[in-house]
């Protein structure tokens, strides 16, 4: 073997939910939104190509400031409490890299994001996952010892399960001494985000992201809140990355998708309602799930094995998530689309189901 | 201090060329190009805000495929061979993470990007700076020591200097051992890639990007041409960064700016030219300089020091860079704008010149 190759970062690579490039499919697997943006980001990229196109010839504002204020202002922060990155995974890669420097392993959920593990080994960071709970619930009492940090996603992905604010505080307390991130990536549809602790506690990230609720996935915009002293030193990581992460349509279109608040209600409302008939709908197919408030269902068919399901829903060109790892490897993970994608769904799951023999 | 700043990564972040918010300046600070993109960017855009808005509520394509099959298309090499990022900022921050994971030093010209100590000190990689000669050349011979990896720009930035292929290849054949790191950013105004010699040396990595040629400094992209095996390495560390770096803005314009090669092509020779003709009129107005084949010129005025030139300029709202630090803090680094900017900042400088008194 060259020897050059002694020199090479060996990693097991996070591998995301498939993304077909075949037409006319049913995509409920990697958790985005079956709306489009909210109106005014069309507006702002057309006006940006008609208007604005000689732009592009100048690199971007490095701080982002238009977006960095906007999000600010609609969350009632200052924007040096605010930072902006390439999607919430962007930010949370910076963050491990920035906070989790300790000797001691950072703690983290053994089912959850697959993603933490992947950038706890690229830095090489010592970590411990904590078991959750026979229900999937996160015991708090696990994240008393000590460590060289804390992060853990509310809503949990892939369980949906939500935790209550006082629990979220009661492990932010009983860890002063190092950086508790909150990944809220599916906070919006139904939670209450642990933004107003990072006023109260200097020591808590609180990640946000563009891709779910806001239907942005495609544009790369992720966000955490902070304390000052926080963002300061996320930003100093991310100057010493890369000055201009983010491009001048993200800039445009993700201020755009900030400001119209009706429509970001009322779509998360929407996809709360679909998600609660289709709780009704599984539960009628034979399904038990955690208690969701994503926009995701993760969902267990009392007779037939996950791995079939999920191959059966691909030959009818719908796609869902299935992680064959212990523990989990009965459960779907389900995206929760338009009522008319989750019908065809159900209908598919029914003659799955019905078809079944052992 | 509270001890989660213990756990915090101290870093001196590199500090990019200012991006002023006023209108109506001469901006030749930050070796953007003075023309727009190719005209099928803008049609592009356009099409993609009128018909494929719904398109950003899903992930991008995480592989990139379409803007790296179009990359390899045009230069002929195979798609294994290229990988994209959020810049060549991007792409070298990954490339450090990477490769470069000796205890050995790595090793890079004492005047050069200044971005490469800091990406060095980010993840810490021990590193010794190779000084110029005193006519601001590289010497191959300094790169024939053992180390930990060699990365040096060719055309050299600030000094803009070019180093023939077969200097290149010498570097790349003293370094089997580690990977070699060819950063041409500056390239296409007049250089010689050394692309073809991936395909020789499986160790190379060349890096060029969308910014300065091809006027997309603001869609941030960047790429690299190596060996299937290093751009395998790359993607590895990458997927285990962010699955999807490039969103679908910056795919379906970086596509269109690559096809146009009759525009491409056209634009530089443009720029060149007007290059030429600055040689000349600096030389007229007592300035000295190497001999440039980018897209600036790294000079010196034999009266005025370059801190009261570029402060001077600054003040007629003409932006030129200027580094205050040992050995080069009597130059300033001139991008070339178009022929009427260039002409506004002769006529100021002549009137700064004249009008200057010790």
């Excluded at 995301?16 to 909210?38: D, H």
């Excluded at 959750?132 to 460590?147: A, H, M, R, S, V």
């Amino acid at each position: 073997m060259a020897s050059w190759k002694d020199n090479v970062r060996r990693v097991e690579p996070y591998v995301p939910g498939e993304q077909p490039k075949v037409q006319n499919i049913i995509k409920l697997n990697t958790n985005e939104n079956p709306y489009p943006p909210a109106p005014g980001v069309e507006a702002a990229l057309k006006a940006f190509a008609s208007q604005d196109i000689d732009l592009l010839r100048k690199y971007p504002d490095p701080s982002a400031s238009a977006l960095i204020d906007t999000i600010a202002e609609y969350y009632g922060m200052d924007s040096d409490q605010v930072f902006v990155g390439v999607g919430s995974d962007d930010v949370l890669a910076m963050a491990f890299l920035t906070f989790f420097n300790s000797e001691k392993p950072i703690l983290f959920p053994n089912i959850s994001y697959s993603f933490y593990p992947v950038w706890a080994e690229l830095y090489r960071i010592p970590y411990e996952k904590q078991p959750l709970t026979d229900d999937f619930k996160i015991n708090p009492e696990d994240y008393y010892k000590d460590n060289g940090g804390v992060i853990f996603p509310n809503p949990n992905a892939p369980t949906a399960l939500y935790m209550k604010l006082d629990a979220v505080e009661d492990i932010i307390r009983h860890n002063q001494d190092v950086v508790v991130i909150v990944d809220e990536a599916y906070i919006d549809f139904g939670g209450t985000s642990a933004r107003d602790l990072v006023n109260k506690y200097e020591n808590v990230l609180v990640v946000q992201t563009f891709s779910k609720s806001r239907s942005m996935a495609g544009m790369r915009i992720g966000y955490a809140f902070g304390s000052k002293a926080l963002i300061k030193a996320l930003n100093d990581v991310k100057f010493s990355f890369n000055s201009y992460t983010m491009n001048a349509t993200s800039l445009v279109a993700g201020v755009e998708a900030v400001k119209d608040k009706e429509y970001f209600e009322e779509h998360c409302k929407m996809i709360v309602a679909t998600r609660e008939r289709a709780k009704e709908r599984l539960t009628e197919l034979g399904f038990t799930f955690p208690d969701s408030k994503a926009n995701f269902i993760f969902a267990k068919q009392e007779k037939v094995p996950a791995s079939v399901l999920f191959e059966e829903l691909k030959k009818r060109n719908i796609f869902v998530r299935y992680f064959k790892q212990p523990v989990i490897d009965q459960y779907l993970r389900i995206t929760i689309g338009t009522d008319d994608e989750m019908e065809q769904l159900f209908v598919a799951l029914k003659e799955i189901i019905d078809g079944y023999s052992i």
